[in-house]
């Protein structure tokens, strides 16, 4: 369970780190704003490691004895590109409307990641649909934190936590081989 919690804490950092550029570009209706957010990033974030998973378990009998090395070589690669996007621009700079259709580009852009991660879930010995709403929830509560965050000046936290989520995403991947190999 706890990797779980740890997984779905990684993998709302991206969703973090736009939500804090949300509520720095948008002062009003804060509540709206974070909340719609919240869902937005939240739902997605749940449905593209459940895409994942299908795929990993539909591909479990060919990769069979490699399932391990591939999560591993998906959340280094994820983690990797966390941190390396931490450095790099903020998309929502570009934004100057903040609508549901942006919202829903944002929503799919943070979770992409999130469907590779997701064929790691068969390795967890947990009930996936619980782990899809540990990780739809905490990516939902992060976000609503995040757009207050934004809203009061954080944006020196929007690289760090991205930063913090691919370091996790690299461990958890270091976990999964390890665990495997010995």
């Not at 993998?11 to 974070?34: E, P, T, W, Y």
């Not at 378990?57 to 690669?77: E, M, S, T």
């Not at 100057?96 to 944002?106: A, D, V």
């Not at 995403?169 to 190999?181: A, D, H, M």
């Amino acid at each position: 369970m706890l990797e779980v919690i740890i997984l779905a804490i990684a993998l709302s950092m991206d969703a973090f780190a736009v939500s804090i550029g949300l509520g720095i570009k948008n002062q009003k209706s804060l509540r709206s704003l974070a909340v719609t957010a919240g869902l937005y990033f939240g739902i997605f974030q749940a449905l593209m490691p459940f895409i994942g998973y299908i795929g990993g378990v539909g591909l479990k009998d060919i990769i069979g004895g490699y399932d391990y090395w591939i999560a591993f070589v998906l959340l280094l690669l994820i983690g990797g590109k966390m941190i390396y996007e931490a450095f790099g621009e903020n998309v929502e700079d570009e934004i100057s409307i903040i609508s549901h259709k942006i919202l829903l580009t944002l929503a799919i852009a943070t979770s992409i990641d999130a469907m590779a991660a997701g064929f790691s879930l068969h390795l967890f010995n947990l009930n996936v649909y619980l782990s899809l709403l540990i990780i739809g929830l905490t990516t939902f509560i992060i976000s609503i934190i995040g757009v207050y965050i934004g809203s009061k000046g954080g944006a020196k936290y929007e690289s760090k936590a991205e930063i913090l989520g691919g370091v996790i995403l690299i461990i958890i991947g270091f976990k999964i081989l390890l665990q495997n190999l010995f």
